[in-house]
């Protein structure tokens, strides 16, 4: 199963405790906040536009999520969300480095799929070292061909995978 | 009352802990289940106990004796595979240790006991995945039960919960945790932030894993087991028998430590995971989220089934340890008794 980015703009009270409000419903149903920001600019006498970008696993969550804020009194102005999205997350282990991760990478996107985030553990040259990658695609068929790829370079550099 | 006159072949942890359940559960089978179970032999590599009465051995002194070739029933030099054939018994009970290469010396027993008209009841992996789809066969052919919960999974009752209570579910894939040795290396690496090479030490230490862990570290014991799983629970009867060769097996020995410190900043944990799913069969580490209920901790093991009507369904138990498997080598002494119990009032 995929996930979805949301983006949600509520009208909130320009008074202390209304940001915790609003969080509270959309953590509840299981959204992942990647991030806030006030729109000052647009800002009225006693309220302010704010705008919150979440993953969501269950788009059935979304009016759940709408409902709650509504009767926390909390005013609704309008959401979009992004086509799903599939999410993996991958190891390697192994000389990463010195077996051209740019190569790597390279393969991994030829895929048609994007590396959202590498993340590397490096320790002396001789030792293995540990790569953590985010692959996200929009079909989950464009991961199964990524991740038999994968295994194939693994093979090749003798690389240790292990899949989310 | 029934008698279930038993030989037993294996005399190590598992086979001592049967007989320490047998003595324990004695009432327990007369007054629940109308058993009355005589152990009439016990075989070792080098002979065996051989009872001269039709109440069968004292398991108690052959439990309690310091040495066993001064017990009055030892036999020195006596072969199980010689005696079985000529042995009156119900069941023979076979617990000697797993032999993954040619399975034996089990395999003959086994061979021996269904050939000669007795039910078997195994704890032993290694015929099983040497010749199983031979061992099937020998025992349909010659009327037999031949069961093997212990086999997998020690305590958990995995083939009975697959065979009896999802009757109405076809089984998609099996997904687990199968080894409990790596699993508490795993485990530990997590837990107290140690390297692959400590977790192992102190597993050896704790006598979860023997001197040479290749056994269990390189997957083998796991694949074993996923093969035994996937020709009883997930093989059609007009499918083909897999073979061991044809599972894909990586060992955990490279598994760093950064690795799992990676991992758990996502609530993700490295688990050695075998899977058996569409038609791919794999041993190896898995990322899984912290709170599936496949991901257990220390020696545990874990076995989810997916299903077409039931879901997925996790079973989670101690998947060794003598007194553990010695259980379901008693409930498929019950199960097999009750079997037979039925077929005889139809009769």
């Known amino acids: 199963m995929g ?94 480095f010195a077996t051209n991760i740019l190569d790597t990478l390279d393969r991994i996107m030829a895929c048609g799929v994007r590396v959202r985030e590498v993340y590397a553990m490096i320790n002396r040259p001789e030792d293995p070292s540990t790569v953590k990658l985010f692959i996200e695609a929009d079909e989950q068929k464009k991961l199964d061909i990524t991740m038999e790829e994968l295994e194939k370079i693994c093979e090749e550099k003798n690389l240790m995978l292990i899949k989310s | 009352m029934a008698d279930v006159r038993i030989i037993l072949v294996g005399f190590g942890t598992v086979g001592k802990g049967f007989l320490n359940v047998v003595i324990e559960k004695k009432s327990f089978l007369k007054e629940i289940y109308g058993l009355n179970l005589h152990i009439n032999a016990v075989f070792k590599s080098d002979g065996g106990f051989i009872s001269n009465t039709n109440t069968g051995l004292d398991i ?105 209570n999802l009757k109405s579910s076809k089984i998609i894939s099996i997904e687990g945790i199968l080894n409990g040795t790596t699993n508490f290396i795993l485990s530990r690496m997590v837990s107290e932030k140690i390297p692959f090479e400590i977790a192992l030490k102190e597993a050896q230490e704790l006598g979860y894993a023997e001197r040479d862990p290749s056994y269990d570290i390189d997957g083998i014991d796991a694949a074993g087991k996923l093969l035994i799983l996937t020709n009883t629970i997930l093989r059609r009867p007009e499918e083909r028998f897999v073979k061991f060769d044809e599972i894909k097996i990586e060992s955990i020995r490279n598994i760093t430590q950064e690795a799992v410190e990676l991992a758990e900043e996502n609530n993700l944990v490295i688990k050695h995971v075998a899977s058996a799913k569409e038609g791919k069969l794999e041993v190896g580490p898995k990322l899984l989220p912290k709170t599936s209920p496949l991901a257990v901790s220390s020696t545990l093991n874990s076995i989810t089934f997916k299903s077409d009507l039931a879901g997925e369904i996790t079973i989670i138990g101690e998947g060794a340890g003598g007194r553990e498997t010695a259980s379901a080598v008693l409930t498929d002494i019950i199960t097999i008794f009750k079997k037979r119990i039925k077929t005889k009032n139809n009769n």
Do not use: C
Not at chain 1, 7 to 18: A, I, N, S
Not at chain 1, 39 to 48: F, G, H, N, T, Y
Not at chain 2, 122 to 130: D, E, F, S, W
Not at chain 2, 148 to 154: K, L, M, N, T
């Open chain 1, 3 to 96: 996930s979805y980015n949301i983006r949600l703009e509520l009208e909130l009270k320009d008074t202390p405790g209304q940001l915790l409000m609003a969080l509270e419903p959309i953590a509840r149903f299981g959204g992942n906040i990647r991030g806030i920001y006030h729109e000052r600019e647009r800002k009225e006498v006693d309220s302010l536009p704010v705008v919150f970008l979440f993953e969501l696993e269950d788009l059935k969550n979304l009016s759940r999520i709408k409902t709650a804020l509504e009767d926390k009194g909390i005013k609704v102005i309008k959401f979009l969300k992004d086509a799903e999205i599939f999410k993996k997350i991958v190891l390697l282990i192994g000389h990463v």
């Open chain 2, 60 to 164: 108690q002194s052959l439990l309690s004796i310091k040495d066993y070739k001064e017990h009055p029933q030892w036999v020195k030099d006596v072969k199980a595979y010689d005696k079985i054939p000529e042995m009156e018994a119900d069941i023979v009970v076979e617990l000697t240790p797993t032999n993954i290469g040619d399975g034996e010396p089990g395999l003959g027993h086994i061979r021996q006991a269904l050939k000669s008209g007795k039910d078997v009841v195994t704890a032993n992996k290694g015929p099983l995945v040497v010749a199983f789809q031979e061992l099937i066969t020998l025992a349909e052919e010659n009327k037999r039960f031949l069961h093997y919960e212990g086999a997998v999974g020690g305590a958990i009752p995995v083939f009975s919960l697959a065979r009896e």
